[in-house]
């Protein structure tokens, strides 16, 4: 990080254009486990303690600064406020570079904030409740359910170790902007995405690897597709399933392998028995 500094409100500061991507964490004990998360995630956190607590909270962000470079975490991976005041509280949750705050307090801290960051949190708070009244969740959610009951994994991990297939299943890509010209690189550039996200929050890549034995998924595999289809979130999923599409999602899921249509499946085969028969007719008019 650049050596550059900048003051406000009197405390000297690094530069805040060194400080893109960050978390800036407010005062209480529970917010550090959330700057703990935002460090497991790859962003830099500072930390802006409140003045009556400012010396322990700092010196638990050394230790933390100080493990995290010593696990090879680059410089500057934590910061933290030395002499924290209403006016450096204010700027950072001001600037503009700073793409995440979260703060806790009494109304007063509360108020400090951007009105416009109040105005984007009810806006997503309402469209979020706009689309949970209007839609309903999929065939994720829905073998999830069966699959986290079966075999006691937390739901949002099993949700995170089969996203990926159903998002090549659902085909969604298209309408999210992660590029490409043709549905299946869309979807491919999706799903290295999620799986880049998965890999950086430690998300086994299978539920295998989360430790479900073979045999036990063998054995209930079959009944927890029948479940996911009866599930009430099937019904709202894009594309209706069939009950052995979710057979396969779940066996692809559980061995870490890319699901694959049916039909592009069945197409490939075709195609490479073709091949060979193509070819001895070319050597027979040879002849």
């Known amino acids: 990080m650049p050596d550059t500094v900048e003051k406000i409100g009197g405390t000297r500061l690094l530069r805040i254009d060194a400080l893109r991507d960050k978390l800036i964490v407010g005062d209480r ?29 700092n010196k638990a962000a050394r230790l933390v600064h100080d493990a995290a ?54 806006n997503a708070a309402t469209i979020a409740g706009i689309a949970f009244a209007n839609t309903f969740l999929g065939v994720c959610h829905a073998m999830a359910h069966k699959t986290g009951a079966q075999f006691n994994i937390p739901h949002g991990s099993a949700n995170a170790m089969l996203i990926a297939n159903v998002v090549r299943y659902a085909e969604i890509a ?45 054995a209930e595999v079959h009944a927890l597709a029948e479940a996911a289809f009866d599930d009430q979130c099937t019904g709202a999923n894009p594309r209706y399933p069939l009950i052995s599409e979710l057979k396969q999602i779940l066996l692809d899921g559980y061995y870490g392998r890319a699901y694959v249509d049916p039909a592009l499946r069945d197409k490939a085969v075709e195609t490479a028995q073709a091949k060979p028969a193509a070819r001895s007719g070319a050597k027979a008019e040879n002849a």
């Open 29 to 57: 004990a529970g917010d550090a486990l959330c700057g703990l998360i935002a460090l497991k995630t790859r962003n830099r956190i500072i930390f802006s303690p409140h003045p009556r607590a400012h010396r322990s909270t």
């Open 69 to 122: 470079i010593a696990a090879g975490a680059p410089a500057g991976i934590v910061g933290w406020i030395e002499e924290p005041t209403v006016e450096v509280s204010n700027a950072l949750m001001r600037h503009p570079d700073i793409n995440l705050t979260l703060a806790t307090g009494r109304p007063g801290m509360v108020k400090a904030a951007d009105p416009r960051a109040h105005e984007q949190v009810h």
């Open 174 to 218: 298209r309408h999210l902007g992660f590029g490409g010209t043709r549905d299946h690189q869309r979807v491919e550039l999706l799903v290295g995405w999620i799986e880049g996200l998965k890999w950086a929050l430690d998300v086994p890549p299978s539920i295998k690897e989360r430790g479900v034995r073979d045999a036990d998924l063998l």
